[in-house]
């Protein structure tokens, strides 16, 4: 099981993110998540030139990982513990993000039955809508049930 880790310093003291040393997560983030006070999922990450592509803009593929990420911490809840796979993900890409810009993540679970779960979110740097999202997470049963 990957461990959750709540950061204790710099800009994203009091976020939490996981510990995934050698996966491609860790590669292309970190990644941060925290709860809005409504209850709602936010993720984060502040945009390095590691992110960007060759016209200085962020990368769509970066933006398409971030957002898996968003989807599953958006679904956290309706997982119950339980593993499951990105089926389906849909996107439309709006703008694009520059190195030192903060993008957020934020999104709602539409519906969630026994074993699929479809979320909808969208993706911003400041006041610009960078890309909305929307996918489907098949959920297993926890090992051992």
Known sequence: MVAKITVTEGEFAGWKTYDLHGTFDQVVGPFY???DPDGRMRCAFRAEPKHMNAG??????????????ALFQTAYQEMEGASGVTVQLDSTFIDGAYVGELVEATGEVVRAGKSLIFVRGQIQAGDR???????VI???EPRGA
């Open 138 to 140: 098949r959920k297993f």
């Open 33 to 35: 998540f925290r709860p």
């Open 56 to 69: 200085g803009r962020m990368h769509g593929g970066c933006l398409m990982t971030f957002a898996d990420i």
């Open 129 to 135: 809508v960078l890309m909305t999202y929307s996918g």
